[in-house]
């Protein structure tokens, strides 16, 4: 029932009431990473920012927060969530075919910033760093990235870290965004004989990509102790702290800041997050365990 003082337009749902949408597709990435192309029913879909998250249930298994992996765009169209298999929620999304239901709450969170009014000034260095799955919410980002540097407005600067080759996702579109201008460099923890690109952690890139940190701006996702220290060597590189946008996962489950089960410090990660500016609090914050 609405109230007065419900903000919600009428008829709109409920943020904990799930939709119901349908897998229209699906792209297996890795052994154990899965995209799927969701489609909304008769309500339609609401519009999304850049690294903006969804609530996905699997029917009869649970739900879980999926950060969207496209890019917002004009006419709708299906929405890419990239699932890793690593629970049993995930393993029943990422096993679902063609034509079955998933409930979609969302979207929710702060975005990377870069469809805000304004956004940077031109000229800007866009460097973005991930590792593994942590590429999929910048996905989307990138793409739009990769059209600011063929209008001249940008430059773009990929820096991607994984265990093994493969274990990289996304392959195809890393080599679609060199062909485009963007530099694009990978790493690998360990590699088979053949492997010629780096070996080591991703932060082994940082100091080798051309970008000037006078004018960068730097998008990172991936696991938060590889966050901390991607950080530190950007700053180490001379990257403004507050110039670092770095993107959390903590335990999500409302996705509307109501349970309080993702808080860290003063910040509901699904609510002031995920996307956080790098910084001294947000720094600190980083070295607090997830329970």
């Known amino acids: 029932m ?26 297996r990435e890795t052994a154990d990473v899965t995209t799927l192309l ?20 699997a029917f009869g298994v649970g739900e879980v927060a999926i950060s969207i992996s496209s890019a917002p765009g004009p006419g709708g169209g299906p929405l890419e969530h990239t ?3 690593v629970g049993m929620v995930t393993h029943a999304l990422c096993e679902l075919p063609v034509g079955a239901p998933v409930g979609v709450r969302g979207p929710f969170g702060q975005g990377w910033g870069l469809d805000q009014a ?10 973005v760093v991930a590792g593994g799955i942590g590429l999929a919410p910048l996905r989307g980002a990138v ?19 994984a265990r093994s080759p493969d274990q990289i996702v996304f392959g195809q579109d890393m080599a679609r965004w060199r062909d485009a201008g963007a530099y694009v460099d990978v ?48 700053v ?14 903590r335990n999500m489950q409302c996705g509307c800041g109501l349970c309080g089960h993702c808080q860290l410090g003063p910040i509901l990660v699904c609510r002031d997050g995920p996307v956080v500016r790098y910084g ?12």
């Open 2 to 27: 609405q109230t007065r003082a419900d903000p919600r337009p009428p008829g709109a749902p409920h943020p904990l009431t799930p939709s119901l949408w349908r897998v229209v597709g699906r792209q």
């Open 38 to 57: 969701l489609a909304p029913g008769r309500d339609g879909g609401a519009p999304f920012r850049h690294g903006q998250f969804n609530m996905l249930t």
């Open 83 to 85: 699932v890793r298999d």
């Open 118 to 127: 304004g956004g940077e000034e031109a000229g800007t260095d866009y460097v």
């Open 143 to 161: 793409r739009d990235l990769v059209a600011r540097q063929r209008r001249g407005d940008a430059r773009l600067f990929v820096l991607v870290g």
């Open 187 to 234: 790493s690998v923890d360990v590699a088979p004989p053949g492997w010629q690109g780096t070996v080591g952690v991703v932060t082994a890139l940082i100091p080798a990509a051309p970008f000037d940190p006078a004018r960068a701006v730097a998008l990172v996702c991936g696991p938060e102790i590889m966050m901390r220290f991607v950080a530190g060597a950007l």
């Open 236 to 249: 180490d590189r001379g990257v403004d702290p507050g110039r670092i946008r770095i993107s959390l996962e």
């Open 280 to 291: 001294a609090v947000v720094g600190e914050l980083l070295r607090e365990r997830q329970r």
